[in-house]
């Protein structure tokens, strides 16, 4: 079936009206490779569409792009562009499309429709012609058009007013478009049109005193000095602080979208104080002026090449109209894709948590802070992947029920093969309204939820050895450790004795430095390892500790984070007590006695004298928080009731 094109539709819109609906053909469309340093790529893509009359420049806004990833969308196809706005680059008109509904797919229909002229339409402004626009006529029937390829008209190639590569703002090259002034020298071109929704006849200028323009995210570039978006706070980050050589400062980000692309906005120091109370998470604002700067992708989650930067030019207000915008925007990849994405880079994945681990507590390494921590699995029907939370998140966590979670911004680890980070930059949502969460639940109750699928954190091809608990009898029975690899488990038991002897010993002072030190007898300590001689040294924690559950015992291994948790004292502190007050050491071996873990253990077969033997190595410590697992316990029966 072939359907009609809205002939004159495009030159409406080169002379600033918005037709309503209108039915175009793509005559061809080009991948632009965005910068992918730091973090997975934010590819565009450019077409040229046309509506049997005329054609002209567009850009597919990103959230869209899995209509091309997925086929739906391919050259010759004709579709309804139900959501647009228009943007002008160097007097020409270019459109952003935001919404569009698939009428007849390319390969069905594999000719161009009618006989539209190249893209040689420019706006009145630009042309210094005032004569008034052309009304785009009722959809007429297409025109015939040669089948052959090599009769259709040179013009339909992609225009080159966008400039080389995929580095700029939706495409548009990073160069500053240029025109001469009076003076002989150039100056970068700003925008004089006004972007705005289509089927909006409201004037913008009447929305926000801040200015008479609202530009769409994806137009943005450094090169633009007056400008103003309207965007939703998606997320904002608590204020961070730092205190270093160079000074103290503080430091703030919020991630902002409108309906064509979302971008970070950072603010330092005097802009914490001026804006972090005054931007709120959900809420829509105009934003006039900042500094654009290419993005760091070390530092954002955004898959957008520029950041925005507050300074004291830059103007905030709510937007108190009502408006479509939407409330995050997700790029999903399924998770057995994972596997073939660079470590460090920065993607949106949506899965079932199908298990969870407690809340343990390491010690930082660049910091020597502890950091809370949880893991979990997130399954979907291609795969299986370890995830990690920190801090706060990581301790509110609930996944009573088996929530969808959808993640925005999850750094990818090479950790165990592939894992994700999922709250560092990030954020996070439970059973969001959305369809693949709707997909993914009804998949779980019918079938996932018996399904084996496979894991791609490959140290751990089956989290539940992590997060279900073992007896001690058990891992004796099932001779864990026995294997090639090492076996991961979790236990609950009690500490009954510690290995007091030779439990400290005198290690480099240096940070990340564990090396043992051997004390020369004269104030001064030799590390070998380093070949350095130092005037101090740090104690630290190897510590053979004996656990006991209702089924047996066994000896367990523990370094010096773990043991500092199960002691209750720092390693220095009772370094210290040891050549001091040999009471108090010993005291505070007998007050840490008795308490009741869950441990999480390594075991593997170790040989020594010539004899093998299982060795157990402690993870991490957590202290049995008996509501929490009491909650479990009633979460096990309610799944039980269910069988």
């Known amino acids: 079936m072939a359907h009609m094109l809205s002939a004159g539709s495009i030159q409406a819109i080169v002379h600033g009206q918005q037709p309503s609906d209108p039915v175009l053909q793509i005559l061809n469309m080009k991948k632009i490779q965005g910068n992918s340093s730091g973090g997975a790529p934010a590819d565009r893509f450019r077409m040229i569409v046309a509506d049997g009359k005329q054609s002209l420049n567009a850009m597919l806004a990103t959230q869209l792009n899995p209509m091309i990833v997925n086929n739906e969308v391919d050259?010759?196809?004709v579709f309804r562009l139900n959501k647009y706005v228009t943007n002008e680059v160097n007097g020409r008109r270019v459109i952003i499309i935001l919404g569009l509904d698939v009428l007849q797919k390319g390969n069905q229909v594999n000719k161009v429709l009618g006989n539209p002229e190249s893209d040689n339409l420019r706006t009145n402004q630009a042309s210094g012609h005032q004569q008034p626009p052309p009304q785009p006529s009722k959809p007429t029937q297409p025109m015939a058009a040669s089948s052959s390829m090599g009769s259709r008209p040179s013009s339909f190639a992609p225009q080159n007013q966008y400039g080389r590569g995929g580095g700029g703002a939706a495409g548009f090259s990073q160069r500053p478009l240029q025109q001469s002034n009076r003076g002989g020298m150039s100056r970068p071109v700003q925008p004089t049109s006004v972007p705005s929704a289509a089927g909006s006849h409201t004037p913008l200028s009447s929305l926000s005193p801040t200015s008479k323009r609202v530009f769409p995210i994806t137009s943005l570039n450094p090169y633009q000095n007056k400008w103003t978006i309207r965007a939703r706070v998606t997320n904002k980050s608590n204020i961070r602080t730092w205190n270093n050589s160079r000074g103290d400062g503080k430091v703030f980000s919020v991630d902002l979208l409108d309906?064509?692309?979302?971008?970070r906005a950072t603010g330092f120091n005097e802009f914490v104080e001026k804006f972090y109370e005054k931007l709120e998470k959900g809420k829509v604002y105009y934003i006039s002026r900042g500094s654009i700067k290419t993005a760091n992708k070390k530092f954002t989650s955004i898959k957008n090449d520029y950041e925005l930067f507050f300074n004291h030019e830059t103007i905030i207000e709510p937007c108190l109209d009502e408006c479509s915008m939407p409330n995050m925007m997700y790029d999903f990849i399924e998770i057995k894709r994972i596997e073939d994405i660079s470590k460090d880079s920065v993607i949106d994945v949506i899965g079932i948590v199908k298990s969870v681990s407690d809340v343990v507590q390491i010690t930082a390494k660049s910091s020597g802070r502890q950091v809370s921590k949880r893991e979990l699995q997130l399954v979907d029907k291609t795969g299986a992947v370890n995830g990690t939370l920190w801090g706060e998140e990581a301790e509110t966590f609930s996944s009573q029920g088996n929530p969808v979670i959808a993640v925005k911004g999850a750094r990818v680890s090479d950790f165990g093969g592939r894992s994700l980070s999922l709250s560092a930059g990030g954020s996070f949502t439970l059973n969001p309204d959305h369809s693949m969460a709707h997909q993914l639940r009804g998949w779980?109750?019918?079938?996932?939820?018996?399904?084996?699928?496979?894991?791609?954190?490959?140290?751990?091809?089956?989290?539940?050895?992590?997060?279900v608990f073992k007896t001690l009898s058990q891992v004796k029975d099932e001779k864990l450790g026995h294997g090639e690899k090492p076996d991961y488990f979790c236990v609950r038991a009690t500490v009954v004795f510690f290995k007091k002897d030779n439990c400290l010993y005198k290690a480099c002072p240096l940070e990340d430095q564990n090396f043992k030190v051997v004390d020369m007898g004269n104030g001064q300590y030799t590390c070998e390892r380093l070949n350095q001689t130092f005037s101090s040294f740090k104690w630290r924690f190897v510590l053979q500790v004996n656990i006991t559950d209702f089924t047996g015992e066994q000896w367990i291994s523990c370094f010096n984070e773990a043991a500092e948790l199960l002691v209750g004292q720092a390693a220095q502190k009772l370094g210290e007590l040891k050549e001091s007050n040999e009471a108090a050491f010993d005291q505070a071996f007998a007050d840490a006695n008795f308490a009741m873990y869950n441990l999480k253990l390594r075991a593997k077969v170790d040989t020594?004298?010539?004899?093998?033997?299982v060795k157990c190595t402690c993870l991490s410590v957590c202290r049995l928080n008996f509501r929490e697992e009491s909650k479990k316990l009633i979460d096990e029966i309610r799944q039980l009731q269910q069988l």
């Open 444 to 467: 779980y109750e019918t079938e996932g939820n018996r399904s084996d699928v496979k894991s791609i954190s490959g140290m751990q091809s089956d989290m539940s050895r992590l997060t």
């Open 259 to 263: 309906e064509s692309d979302e971008i």
């Open 75 to 77: 050259r010759f196809a």
């Open 608 to 613: 020594y004298n010539d004899e093998q033997r």
